[in-house]
């Protein structure tokens, strides 16, 4: 399915965000365009992104591979704990739950690493609402096909028709 989000951002182009990451090492998308253009003050741009979706690409249903722990080696204690506290097995880990020991125990300079990974493994993005709206976190930039500088946006329809089939597969 493809849909149509917003992006405020000062640079010329929408970039990973690096240092603050609380869902992920992504780039921030909303079906607001308001909360985008709060970002966009400033002299920073109001983005409409074109993003081309399918729900076998989105975190859920994915688990961690307990073999690559060694590529995160901070979040190692963790993601042991998890395991334990839950009488799991190494193969029973969400990758959310990966995700969200990393947003905790990885520095900022790691982010590169994490969505790549994420990436590699299936993981192109994460569904999630914020102040209300509709958000995607995107970690795979090749399901980008379009990005226009706009001054004159409201909030977009189409992608609370793309969630019914995202939460499906989270059932």
Not at 20 to 35: K, M, R, T
Not at 50 to 65: A, C, H, Q, R, T
Not at 125 to 135: D, F, K, Q, R, S
Request: glycine share 6%; aromatic share 12%; charged share 25%.
């Amino acid at each position: 399915m493809n849909v149509n989000l917003f992006h405020g951002r000062k640079l010329d182009k929408p970039t990973y965000k690096t240092g603050s990451w609380e869902y992920g090492p992504g780039l921030y998308l909303v079906d607001d365009a308001d909360i985008a253009r709060r970002y966009a003050k400033g002299g920073r741009k109001l983005y409409e992104i074109k993003v081309m979706l399918n729900p076998e690409d989105s975190i859920e249903g994915k688990y961690f591979d307990y073999t690559d722990l060694c590529l995160f080696p901070s979040a190692k204690n963790r993601i042991e704990n998890y395991i334990d506290d839950r009488g799991i097995s190494i193969k029973e880990i969400p990758m959310s739950v990966f995700l969200n020991i990393c947003i905790e125990t990885l520095p900022s300079t790691k982010a590169r690493v994490l969505r790549n990974y994420l990436v590699e493994h299936g993981v192109k993005y994460l569904v999630t609402t914020y102040e209300g709206a509709n958000m995607l976190v995107l970690f795979d930039d090749n399901l980008v096909y379009g990005i226009k500088h706009v001054t004159d946006a409201n909030t977009v329809s189409n992608f609370s028709e793309f969630l019914p089939s995202v939460i499906e597969r989270q059932i």
